[in-house]
């Protein structure tokens, strides 16, 4: 072919990838993130002027003053940027491993996540009453166990398989030893950036995605069998 004709048929060929629409279900992806971004980032603005947004915190009084919305916002609050920044990354890193799960089911991950931890809080750790809940740790571990479960699920050799496994183990026994001891990992290189965290809500995140985890994994089951 000429070098001319080849360079201009490479040229419209860029132009037509250029032009061409975005598929739904990519522009419905970057709209999914743009929310989380922008709930995170509004909730969160307080911490520019050395405040804090109590007004969304989950205290369980003023949740029963009526104040329902403090059972959704707790999870995007924190307590300063050094915790949102750490947050955020960890979720956004971790929600995007499950992209090419169906919206449904990542939804359902971060509800189930979320509402573990915070039951689980309530049910286990008393200081709730006084010091409130808030952030997004509790999802992040929830998400961290779904997203090795669906490494090992999805894996094509035993490497992949085996690094899920490791990174399952490592998620499941760092969240039960914080539950237990009351105290997050490696507390002292946070440098008290963390307010006074309620590390058993790590294992109800845990336990909350994986009983979803295990709940979709049952239709998948029951699909195939029919």
């Known amino acids: 072919m000429n070098p001319t004709i080849r360079s201009a048929a490479l040229e419209d060929e860029v132009e037509s990838r250029q032009s061409a629409p975005i598929p739904t279900r990519t522009l419905l992806w970057r ?3 743009c929310v989380f971004a922008v709930v995170i980032t509004l909730l969160n603005l307080p911490l520019l002027t050395a405040g804090f947004a109590s007004n969304f915190v989950f205290e369980p009084t003023a949740v029963s003053a009526g104040e329902w919305w403090r059972v959704i916002t707790h999870l995007f609050v924190h307590v300063s940027l050094y915790h949102a920044l750490l947050n955020a990354s960890v979720f956004f890193l971790l929600y995007t491993e499950l992209r090419n799960n169906a919206r449904c089911e990542r939804f359902a991950f971060l509800l189930a996540a979320g509402a573990g931890s915070l039951l689980v809080s309530l049910w286990a ?3 709730i009453q006084t010091r409130g809940l808030c952030g997004l740790s509790g999802i992040a571990h929830g998400l961290a166990t779904v997203s090795a479960l669906e490494t090992m699920r999805g894996a094509k050799n035993r490497t992949l398989w085996w690094l899920g496994l490791a990174s399952l183990l490592l998620v499941v026994s760092k969240s039960l030893i914080e ?5 997050i990992a490696f ?12 590390a058993v809500c790590h294992a109800g995140g845990v336990l909350g995605a994986l009983l979803a985890w295990l709940g ?4 998948r089951v029951q699909r195939r069998e029919k």
């Open 187 to 198: 507390e002292s290189l946070h440098f008290g950036q963390l307010g006074y965290p309620i």
């Open 125 to 127: 750790a008393p200081m």
């Open 31 to 33: 709209i999914e993130l």
């Open 179 to 183: 539950g237990v001891t009351g105290r």
């Open 216 to 219: 979709f994994g049952a239709r």
